[in-house]
């Protein structure tokens, strides 16, 4: 593909791919790069469910995706394209569709807890490949006891590909079988008999407590395919003060291409460090220039645009 090259080659590649509507579209030309900000469509993706009580009881919680399963494919065949072009799948954010994903997900959590969540600065997302493994034991939050029934921070992890138990499922530690919680949340050693694996289907979004310890399995060599996900962030709306580093998405509508790239480079700062495989150091020289960019001039910054 004519962007491939680019992106995969230099720093200036990157900058006019991320920069350009017309390249990210035909790169991934199923799914959609809105000319302002993203369209999160009418329809609900992820299903709205009964409040079984497992949220509080045991720190997790699903929300069925059969709706989702067409984007989901969709985001899979997009994120196979980023990893041909040496991209990591975080970039698949560029595109309208993940973030129609979370928005349905925060929808249908706030409903469900009858609370106002509100989508944060934090994503991420994954291609884990035959024969390797998801991030280690770690919790989202491990300086701070949440409430059990609507904790103040919520993890959203949406399974855009099957994650079947030798396909890299997520694997937690149920809050009441560990013995971290409440009082030693920096322990991330699981005890092997509390451990429980979470296979999800396709479309399938768990959210957790971000107390929870949890990870990512391993991708069996003989699995179906590698697993790809994609996670979000979610604060109660009035706790957001209390965490001041967790800084409100701004609304979905005005989230353009220029702000979802300065997103991105946040968040490859963040998490796509050098133990991260998929992260190459073009990506990470990237987004280190467009975040000092943006912080020097302001998030959108033309200065960023490559000549």
Not at 257 to 277: E, I
Request: aromatic fraction near 6%; charge should be neutral.
């Amino acid at each position: 593909m004519r962007s491939s090259t680019l992106a995969t080659t230099t720093v200036e590649g990157l900058l006019r791919l991320l920069g350009s509507i017309v390249d990210l579209r035909e790169m991934c030309p199923d799914l959609q790069v809105s000319d302002s900000g993203c369209r999160t469509g009418n329809s609900p993706a992820i299903a709205r469910c009964v409040n079984d009580g497992s949220l509080a009881r045991d720190g997790l919680a699903l929300l069925p995706g059969n709706g989702a399963r067409e984007t989901c494919a969709n985001l899979v065949r997009a994120i196979d394209a980023l990893y041909l072009s040496g991209l990591p799948a975080a970039f698949v954010y560029a595109f309208d569709e993940p973030w129609a994903l979370g928005e349905h997900a925060r929808a249908s959590v706030a409903e469900l807890l009858a609370q106002d969540y509100a989508l944060v600065e934090d994503v991420w997302a994954w291609r884990v490949r035959r024969g390797s493994e998801g991030w280690r034991p770690h919790r989202g939050v491990d300086d701070v006891v949440l409430d059990r029934d609507a904790p103040e921070i919520l993890n959203v992890w949406i399974a855009l590909s099957d994650a079947a138990a030798d396909r890299a499922c997520m694997h937690v530690v149920p809050l009441g079988d560990d013995l971290g919680y409440p009082a030693r949340l920096r322990s991330v050693d699981p005890r092997q008999a509390a451990v429980r694996a979470v296979p999800a289907r396709q479309g399938d979004a768990l959210f957790w407590n971000a107390n929870l310890l949890h990870w990512g399995g391993r991708c069996s060599a003989e699995a179906a395919g590698p697993r790809m996900s994609c996670s979000f962030t979610l604060c109660r709306s009035e706790a957001l003060a209390r965490f001041p580093h967790l800084k409100p998405l701004a609304p979905l509508y005005e989230l353009d291409l220029l702000a979802r790239t300065d997103l991105l480079a946040r968040m490859v700062l963040l998490y796509g460090g050098a133990d991260r495989g998929d992260v190459a150091p073009v990506v990470r020289e990237w987004a280190a220039l467009t975040h000092g960019l943006s912080t020097r001039f302001g998030v959108g910054s033309p200065l960023r645009k490559a000549p």
